[in-house]
T-cell receptor, first 114, second 114 residues
Framework: DADVTQTPRNRITKTGKRIMLECSQT?????MYWYRQDPGLGLRLIYY???????NKGEISDGYSVSRQAQAKFSLSLESAIPNQTALYFC?????????????FGPGTRLTVL | AQSVTQLDSHVSVSEGTPVLLRCNYS??????LFWYVQHPNKGLQLLLK??????LVKGINGFEAEFKKSETSFHLTKPSAHMSDAAEYFC????????????FGAGTQVVVTP
């Protein structure tokens, strides 16, 4: 079944470590997004990509970087993790023409930075 | 610019009674509006969406929402709450001026008591 998958699902790491979160999709969508969720704040956009050659910063991109390796893959990196990056991270996809702007979310990655 | 305000951070209802979750939005152009639900330790699932068709939108699991442009509101309702409705609910706005990017509300936590 077409899906959005995220790896790992859970990760505990230490301050200063480099971390990569990966997202893959089999939906054939052109747009991909990374969000973080914090209690009481909803989801906030970190980065988004409208196609393989297009990368854009969201509202909270500081401390993060991304790579769009292929249409189906979008990775989020924390170059030097810090405790306030502890959060639930979601990847999402959409296709303006086919999904009428609806976004489809992965299951999330729970990241803890000690 | 676009923004979303969910007027209640927590709502407690008894099983079998109506549920009302309030959402106000602002958007420069014709918005698309969505309600997503997140059950504990799960990803986000689309409940319903408004994309400039009928103003009364029916979704899954008996939920519906009404788009009121004059009040800039998109409140979510269900006539009779079920225990399985206990979850967090997010109102989302996306305007044509934002190139399809989502703006999430802070979320409403729904508790259903027997």
């Amino acid at each position: 079944d077409a899906d959005v998958t995220q790896t790992p699902r859970n990760r505990i790491t230490k301050t200063g470590k480099r971390i990569m979160l990966e997202c893959s999709q089999t939906k054939g969508h052109d747009r991909m997004y990374w969000y973080r969720q914090d209690p009481g704040l909803g989801l906030r956009l970190i980065y988004y990509s409208f196609d393989v050659k297009d990368i854009n910063k969201g509202e909270i991109s500081d401390g993060y970087s991304v790579s769009r390796q292929a249409q189906a893959k979008f990775s989020l990196s924390l170059e030097s993790a810090i405790p306030n990056q502890t959060a639930l991270y979601f990847c999402a996809t959409s296709d303006w023409a086919r999904t009428n702007n609806e976004q489809f979310f992965g299951p999330g990655t729970r990241l803890t930075v000690l | 610019a676009q923004s979303v305000t969910q007027l209640d951070s927590h709502v407690s209802v008894s099983e079998g009674t109506p549920v009302l979750l309030r959402c106000n939005y602002s958007s420069s152009y014709s918005p698309s509006l969505f309600w997503y639900v997140q059950h504990p330790n799960k990803g986000l699932q689309l409940l319903l969406k408004y994309t400039s068709a009928a103003t009364l939108v029916k979704g899954i699991n008996g939920f519906e929402a009404e788009f009121k442009k004059s009040e800039t509101s998109f409140h979510l309702t269900k006539p009779s709450a079920h225990m399985s409705d206990a979850a967090e609910y997010f109102c989302v706005v996306s305007g044509t001026d934002s190139w399809g990017k989502f703006q999430f509300g802070a979320g409403t936590q729904v508790v259903v008591t027997p």
